[in-house]
């Protein structure tokens, strides 16, 4: 069965800061992998996907990703945080194989961003 | 263009009444899918539908039951309800792995609270 872990449920940057938000999965061949997010009272928007190719994608937001086979990671990250940035990210997988929208969430990473 | 439109967004019920949550989606997407979000655990699958006619129980389905009415709306309905489904649900549509990558387009969910 598929499976994703987030392993920082919170994490505070100063507004300018670099991020990085780890995402690590289990699937057995190369999955869909997703990062949404989701603003407070809100529905969850893709930032950004890989299913193939390039190994670094890149987001909206200036978002981008690396996923890494060898690590089983998929982590987010941002050159320099904007206040507007405080949120809550998912990671999520999905199989190529089946319905990719039957997506296994990750409990989440919630964002705080000091001014 | 509105996405995918949820009703209602709140509703407060007692334990054992009934209700049903609204889904419907304008983008032409063949799937379609109920998730829930509890604090702390990410967002669960209740129930999807790969195309219209078809549903199939995701990783929570228990207490639930669905409609896919037709190719753009999708119903949650909740019998009897139970604490335990206190809950903020939504609603989303994808294109099919098949034709296209899975990703998901989220409604602004519904906050639903079971006394």
């Known amino acids: 069965a598929q499976s994703v872990t987030q392993p920082d449920i919170h994490i505070t940057v100063s507004e300018g800061a670099s991020l990085e938000l780890r995402c690590n999965y289990s699937?057995?061949?190369?999955?869909?992998l997703f990062w949404y997010v989701q603003s407070p009272g809100q529905g969850l928007q893709l930032l950004l996907k890989y299913f193939s190719g390039d190994t670094l994608v890149q987001g909206i937001k200036g978002f981008e990703a690396e996923f890494k086979r060898s690590q089983s990671s998929f982590n987010l990250r941002k050159p320099s945080v904007h206040w507007s940035d405080a949120a809550e990210y998912f990671c999520a997988v999905g199989s190529p194989n089946t319905n990719a929208g039957k997506s296994t969430f990750g409990d989440g990473t919630t964002l705080t961003v000091k001014p | 263009n509105a996405g995918v439109t949820q009703t209602p967004k709140f509703q407060v019920l007692k334990t054992g009444q009934s209700m049903t949550l609204q889904c419907a989606q304008d983008?032409?997407?063949?799937?379609m899918y109920w998730y829930r979000q509890d604090p702390g655990m990410g967002l669960r699958l209740i129930y999807y539908?790969?195309?219209?006619?078809?549903?199939d129980k995701g990783e929570v389905p228990n207490g639930y039951n669905v409609s896919r009415l037709n190719k753009r709306e999708f119903s949650l309905r909740l019998e009897s309800a139970a604490p335990s489904q206190t809950s903020v649900y939504f609603c989303?549509?994808?294109?099919?792995?098949?034709?296209?990558?899975?990703?998901?387009?989220f409604g602004e969910g519904s906050r639903l609270t079971v006394l």
């Open positions: 699937y057995g061949a190369t999955p869909y």
């Open positions: 539908s790969a195309s219209e006619g078809t549903t």
């Open positions: 983008m032409n997407h063949n799937s």
């Open positions: 989303a549509s994808s294109v099919p792995s098949g034709t296209g990558t899975g990703e998901l387009f």
